[in-house]
């Protein structure tokens, strides 16, 4: 088997289809969350600690020398960052649980056998009948 047909054939399995599409929407989703955390969250929480915008927090290490710009800690960002972070995992845990409670309640519904067809029905009586013939 070729390296072209061999990555052909892991290319288009459905896992790994699966996997960019869950990244590409991972992706999207967590743009929305940033921006849920940035402009929804953020701003009221600031507001709760004295008006603080989060972003602004930093702590200079080194001023600005001439073209040189300043060196910066900024924590802010990094709070921002981690309240994203949670938020993300939090859907994403809510998303996981709500999908294994729809697997365990798929798993304990019980399997209705189908109603055997007219051939099946045939079979049987005949192999009654000879049961019935086989006996002394």
Do not use: C, H, W
Request: charged share 20%; glycine share 8%.
């Amino acid at each position: 088997m070729s390296i072209l047909s061999e990555f052909k054939a892991f290319a288009v399995k459905g896992n790994v289809v699966d996997m960019a599409v869950g990244i590409i929407i991972g992706a999207a989703f967590g743009k929305i969350v940033t921006s849920f955390v940035g402009d929804v969250i953020m701003p009221p929480v600031g507001l709760l600690i004295g008006g603080v915008d989060f972003t602004d927090l930093a702590i200079t290490l080194k001023a600005a020398e001439g073209t040189a710009p300043a060196v910066m800690l900024s924590y802010g960002k990094f709070i921002q960052t981690v309240l994203d972070f949670v938020i993300v995992a939090f859907a994403i845990f809510m998303g996981v649980k709500a999908i294994n409670r729809l697997k365990r309640e798929e798993a304990a519904a019980p399997e209705v056998p189908p109603a055997p067809t007219k051939d099946q029905e045939l079979l049987s009586e005949i192999r009654d009948l000879l049961k019935a013939q086989q006996k002394p």
